[in-house]
């Protein structure tokens, strides 16, 4: 009787032993997936800040343009400061939404908006030079 009774003992070790391994796994794997979801959170938040940015500089470059029509011109060199300002932006971007696994956006017509062709010189829609 003291056999059976060491045997069962020894088989409820075995087993809360085993059951406290697989907890171990599962915490440290629900760590895991919550360090993913901060850093994926993260990047989304940045993504959505440089959004936000490019927007604030387009603002500006579109300021620009108007007031050298209303007849007050804007100095090239400060336009061109400031579309490589959006470039930089853009690139960094299109980094992050690599990270994040986002396929890039498909190019499209900067006159009309319509969807393009990567070997396209010109739009197919309006004729625009790309």
């Not at 971007?93 to 994040?100: F, K, M, P, V």
């Not at 009309?112 to 197919?124: I, L």
Request: net charge negative; proline share 3%; glycine share 8%.
């Amino acid at each position: 009787m003291n056999e059976k009774l060491q045997n069962l003992l020894e088989l409820v070790r075995r087993t809360a032993w085993q059951a406290g391994d697989l907890a171990a796994d599962a915490v440290y794997g629900a760590g895991q997936m919550a360090d993913d979801l901060l850093s994926s959170a993260k990047l989304r938040v940045r993504a959505a800040t440089v959004e936000g940015d490019i927007k604030g500089k387009l603002t500006e470059v579109g300021e620009m343009v108007y007031a050298t029509h209303t007849g007050n011109p804007t100095e090239s060199e400060d336009l061109l400061a400031k579309l490589r300002e959006i470039d930089e932006l853009k690139a960094q971007l299109a980094d992050i939404n690599e990270s994040l696994g986002r396929a890039p956006a498909a190019p499209v017509c900067p006159t009309c908006g319509a969807a393009v062709r990567e070997e396209d010189a010109f739009c197919r829609e309006c004729g625009g030079k790309l």
